[in-house]
């Protein structure tokens, strides 16, 4: 185990310096002039001079990458052209709302989606497990643009339930703050709950049919036992996996819930630092989301070696 | 009895007249209105701002989010009327300027207070506009005060030590002198980056993060910034000015787009919002005039490069552009009325404004003798051309609109969008040779129109069309020296109306603001620089405020 995790660690180095290299790559070689772009009206060619100064624009590209590199270690990050700030100033303020966000929408995926996933499959071809199939077709189809438009009509607007968007303010409590996650933590998690239902109810059929689940009942036990002592446990394999990877995911890509819903996550900054050509935010946050999905992707597959005890790292499980 | 039958006639006819000129000229007069309204002390008010501002720091204040929140912390000697844009006076008592307008002297009010609770004296002028201009401050904005004598030295040159041309006489006097002759430099002290801020806040949290903990002489005080959500700013109880705040606190809540902006004021959040693209009719039917759409300081126009063929030294074929354009159509069908028709250069609003500036009307017929004047009847013989702009905010469906006007006159031209970052160097470049581009004024002056976008030396800086006509600069610099103010705006005009005449650019349209308002406050409006002075705002004492 000690072994995969040091092998990881050095894959890990290599994707995340590889990814740096690519987008600064890519961000070097679009046309135009960022720092005319930056510049106010009026500004002379003196003050356009001191921008590139300032954020290494007047350097080729090698060397501002290699500028780049020999500050990761210190997890200096650069200056954003954007805000004037440090970037790993702005990723701190914005990193954890996504983070918790994401938490928030995680719980209601594995809530709901595992709940009508298992629901469904136990009792195949229901009313239930019809209503289960439907339900997710339909918010698959969703666009979470519109799925969040619709809540914050129903449940702002006209209904006061909620706020309609927005991070709690500075010194809100728990139980304070939990209002403002509601609607971006559901419209985040719709897509992801009908998968992860889909996911597991075709999961859990499969398990269902196993030879062991067949003893297990025939030996008497008690059905709830059956399932839930010995399906769900193999049944929730691809389940995990898929929660794993789609929380890197939540992170990153809730783009549109969080300009929806106002949200001050990762995000958002993101599309506008591409937008607005801010080179060193774009890296920066692609740098520490690389970094999040390949240590979720490390804990996702120790965690294997948790919930199916034939599964050993390093090793291919035996095929009998 | 017959007498006073006669006299009680006489009196209550002189009482229905009375009350009859009363309610004519009472009606729907602001101030009256105002007044029968009652005005409730305190509240907090939800403003609403698009994006997170760069900086509060006066020395970087360059786009509008943070001059919105920095008008409200910070006060400059002079400031502009809200509703007519005029200059009015504000940490300056008065002011005088010399015969060819190249010194002026402000003499300070007494007893104005930073919201450390600290008089502001003429020193902290000389220290705040130095610190702009000093290199090591690094402002891309310091060019608002390249008119002072001394600046290339300091700013450009970095020979000098400080600017050459600002002295303190005494606490309560100061002198600013001008490299050039320029009698509207007055209209810059109104702009935020020239605002005194004290250099003990600066030294105590070190220049770099004085935006975070910005303090000035406004009529709100800094209390919080938490990026991305929200700025706090609380009345100042000292403030000097005739107008005291009526709120307690302002929260400038901060959105990444209108649409959530304009859903979250749709549900009580928000106590105005920008009304977005395509809801225009909707917020006017439904909020009636609470929904302001009022022309703002700004011109969208499209330019010719002067340099290039076909357009250099051929002003028929220009003026051809100029004819076949339907600027009506465009403002009240494509744009859905939120935008002005281009009556010039200079938009309304401003001093000097002329609203028969240009002979432009559309008239194709016109537009067809031009070109055949040009020497490309019907359009005929006119190389490859076309029409550049940038990407991303609906350019396309007006360049679209643009292209069908020409058609109807025989010119057919390619249109193409670009990246901004792309677009400006291939402007700059000359590669793009008929390009779209617009102007936000910074000071409600002429000359803010005319001499940084068709001043032969700034060509090639905000100046695109490089466009230069020796006499058009010689009215330029006479109206700038000129300390008359009619004289001076009669300059202005005649220059605007010869570059007209020349027609470098299709003046297209001017912008609008569109914002609405709730129901629960008053005193709200919209300046034409797209502004809200947050201090004539109130709750109305029926309202509930949280």
Known sequence: MLLFILRRFYQTVIVVIGVVLVISLLMASLPGDVARMRAPKGASEETLENIRKRFNLDKPWLSRLWIYLSGLPRLDLGESFTYKRPVMDIIGESLPWSVKLAIAAEIIIIIFGILAGVISAVSRYSFLDILVTISTSVLVAMPIYWIGRLMQLFFSQWLHWFPPSGAPPPGTGFWGSVPYYVMPATALAAVSTAYVARLARSSMLEVLRQDYIVTARAKGLSERKVIYKHALKNGLIPVVTYLGIDFGVLIGAAVLTEMIFNWPGVGHKLYYAVIQRDHTMVIGLVFILVLIFVAINLLVDISYAFLDPRIRLGESPEVT | ?546
């Not at chain 2, 009556?343 to 002329?354: D, E, H, L, R």
């Not at chain 2, 990246?419 to 617009?438: A, K, N, P, S, V």
């Open chain 2, 1 to 546: 009895m017959k007498k006073s039958r006669f006299i009680l006639i006489a009196v209550l006819i002189m009482a229905l007249l009375v009350g009859l000129a009363m309610t004519l000229g009472g009606c729907g007069k602001e101030e009256e209105k105002k007044e029968a309204e009652e005005i409730q002390e305190g509240g907090t008010f939800n403003y609403c701002l698009v994006s997170d501002p760069v900086s509060l720091d006066p020395a970087q204040l360059q786009e509008s989010q943070g001059i919105e929140v920095g008008k409200q912390i910070f006060d400059g000697l002079m400031d502009n009327d809200p509703k007519t844009m005029e200059l009015v006076p504000a940490m300056a008592e008065s002011y005088e300027v010399n015969e060819d307008a190249t010194v002026f002297t402000f003499h300070l009010k007494k007893g104005v207070k930073f919201h450390n609770g600290r008089e502001c004296t003429a020193q902290d002028f000389v220290y705040s506009w130095n610190r702009v201009c000093d290199p090591a401050t690094a402002s891309e904005v310091a060019y608002h005060m390249s008119a002072i004598k001394g600046f290339k030295e300091f700013n450009e040159d970095k020979t000098a030590t400080s600017l050459a041309g600002v002295k303190a006489l005494d606490d309560y006097t100061l002198e600013v002198t001008l490299e050039y002759p320029y009698a509207d430099f007055v209209y810059h002290t109104a702009h935020p980056v020239f605002s005194p801020i004290p250099k003990e806040v600066v030294e105590q949290y070190g220049s770099e993060n004085f935006s975070e903990h910005p303090v000035g002489t406004g009529p709100f005080k800094f209390l919080s910034w938490t990026h991305e959500q929200q700025i706090v700013v609380e009345r100042f109880e000292d403030y000097y000015g005739e107008n005291k705040p009526h709120l307690d606190r302002v929260v400038f809540k901060i959105y990444q787009d209108e649409e959530t902006a304009y859903q979250d004021f749709k549900a009580g959040a928000l106590h105005d919002a920008q009304i977005p693209q395509g809801q225009f009719e909707a917020a006017a039917a439904e909020y009636g005039e609470r929904a302001i759409f009022k022309p703002m300081l700004g011109i969208y126009y499209y330019g010719f490069n002067m340099n290039t063929a076909p357009w250099k030294d051929n002003k028929a074929l220009r003026q051809a552009f100029n004819y076949a354009v339907d600027r009506e159509t465009l403002c009240n069908v494509v744009m859905e009325g939120q935008r002005v028709p281009a009556t010039g250069i200079v938009p309304p609003g401003i001093p000097g404004y002329q609203a028969d500036a240009m002979e432009y009307t559309y008239d194709p017929e016109k537009a067809k003798e031009l070109l055949e004047e040009a020497g490309y009847p019907n359009g005929q013989g006119l190389p490859e051309l076309t029409l550049g702009y940038n990407t991303g905010v609906g350019h396309d469906v007006i360049a679209q609109f643009i292209q069908s006007n020409l058609k109807d006159v025989g010119v057919s031209f390619k249109i193409e969008g670009y990246e901004w970052g792309t677009y400006l160097d291939l402007i700059q470049g000359e590669q793009i040779t008929f390009f779209r581009l617009g102007w936000l004024a910074d000071y409600p002056i002429m000359d803010n129109f005319l001499y940084p976008l068709f001043y032969s030396e700034n060509a090639g800086v905000d100046n695109m069309t490089q466009y230069k006509n020796p006499e058009v600069d010689e009215l330029l610099l006479k109206a700038r020296s000129t300390p008359d103010e009619d004289e001076r705006l009669e300059l202005y005009r005649q220059a605007e109306r010869l570059i007209l005449e020349d027609a470098p650019i299709i003046p297209l349209m001017f912008y609008k603001t569109s914002r609405v308002y709730s129901d629960k406050v008053g005193g709200y409006m919209r300046t034409p620089d797209d502004l809200t002075p947050l201090e004539l705002v109130y709750f109305k004492k029926t309202a509930t405020t949280e």
